[in-house]
């Protein structure tokens, strides 16, 4: 269930410290969740497991293409800080099938266009100060993200509970259920 807010979160572009009202109107509508790990710091951590999955993904897509499509652009934040887009993507088969379409199709910089406008929504004024991978996995997620409904947590939890960097309740013998309750 908290994975589910998690992602809801960094889709919808919502601020961290809207992670813990989420869960207690998911109390108040009878969910079970533990008081635990509801807070925007593990919000965070959650987010950046869904986004180092959503890359290691990306990365295996890419490792298995033969070819590539690959846009840059750069553009300021509202920090005036220097960003670069670099959007990749790897759909082709074979190189007859990308000559078609590279002889149709305009070229475009739409995408990157559309990823700076999710970052200057995401790095605004009020969170110009969001470190630049938190930034990165929040867009990440919000651009190339599946649907809220189709978002199934389960291997991320599971990455996420038993990767972390600090000891999650190390007294406890099991994991509380609704996070790992998908």
């Known amino acids: 269930m908290k994975m589910n807010v998690a992602y809801c979160i960094a889709k ?7 992670f813990k009202p989420l869960i207690l109107l998911c109390k108040k509508n009878g969910a079970d969740i533990s008081p635990s790990y509801d807070n925007h710091v593990r919000c965070g951590e959650m987010i950046e497991t869904i986004a180092d999955e959503m890359k290691s993904d990306l990365a295996e897509e890419i490792g298995g293409s033969r070819y590539l499509s690959v846009m840059i652009d750069g553009d300021t934040d509202a920090s005036n800080k ?8 790897s759909d082709f088969e074979n190189f007859l099938h990308l000559a078609e379409i590279l002889f149709v199709m305009p070229i475009s ?12 929504r995401i790095k605004n004024t009020t969170r110009s100060s969001l470190h630049v991978s938190t930034a990165e996995d929040l867009i990440r997620i919000s651009t190339e993200g599946c649907p809220l409904e189709q978002f199934n947590p389960s291997h991320v939890a599971a990455k ?12 406890m013998k099991k994991w509380p259920a609704d996070m790992l309750d998908l």
Not at 82 to 89: P, W
Not at 109 to 120: I, K, L, P, T, Y
């Open 109 to 120: 910089s739409a995408q990157c266009e559309r990823g700076f406008s999710v970052q200057n």
């Open 82 to 89: 220097e960003c670069e887009m670099v959007y990749v993507r």
């Open 12 to 18: 919808e572009e919502l601020p961290f410290n809207k």
């Open 160 to 171: 996420w509970l038993s990767s972390s960097k600090r000891a999650r309740r190390p007294n």
